[in-house]
């Protein structure tokens, strides 16, 4: 019998049971996961209904799990938790030039009047995400963060910029 869509699979079931226990800086390895759900956790069908039970634990346990390369995943504690979003960043900064770059290949004398509006939102906004990505953007960020002592406000943040922007 079929599956609705968004149930989850009987071994997506049994990794959540796993992953949820995991206590703070604990590991649980391929071996566990894959003999757990019947399918390597590596690749495949395996892997799959093992990213779908890291989603589940995240959003239904509320905490964070992590990668160990060739070992296994892991419950990422406090100090761990803080550097991913350095990595997001570092992540986002690289996705977003790979962006820019398609978009100025685009034949934009060719496009109509809505879809060069299109274009021009679309690579707006990934210059405002260009700008805050930058070594220099994060410094000032930090710096108006360590002075408030907590994170910043949206306005703040535009204001903070727009600032800079208007003393040059």
Do not use: W
């Not at 995240?58 to 905490?63: S, T």
């Not at 350095?86 to 004398?109: F, N, P, Q, W």
């Not at 939102?121 to 710096?143: I, N, W």
């Amino acid at each position: 019998m079929a599956k609705a869509i968004g149930s989850r699979s009987y071994e997506t079931q049994l990794l959540v049971d796993v992953l949820k226990e995991l206590k703070a800086d604990e590991i649980s390895h391929y071996e566990l996961l894959t003999k757990t759900c019947g399918a390597d956790v590596r690749s495949g069908i395996g892997y799959a209904r093992l990213k779908s039970a890291r989603r589940i634990v995240e959003v239904e346990c509320g905490f964070l799990l992590g990668v160990v390369p060739g070992v296994g995943i892991k419950r990422l504690p406090p100090d761990e938790q803080a550097a991913i979003a350095t990595k997001h960043i570092v992540s986002l900064k690289r996705t977003t030039h790979k962006r820019l770059k398609r978009m100025a290949l685009v034949e934009y004398d060719k496009l109509n009047q809505q879809q060069q509006q299109q274009h021009n939102t679309a690579a707006s906004v990934l210059g405002v995400v260009a700008m805050f990505t930058t070594p220099k953007s994060l410094e000032r960020l930090l710096g108006a963060v360590q002075q408030s002592a907590s994170k910043l406000a949206i306005g703040d943040t535009l204001s903070l910029f727009n600032s800079q922007r208007n003393s040059k």
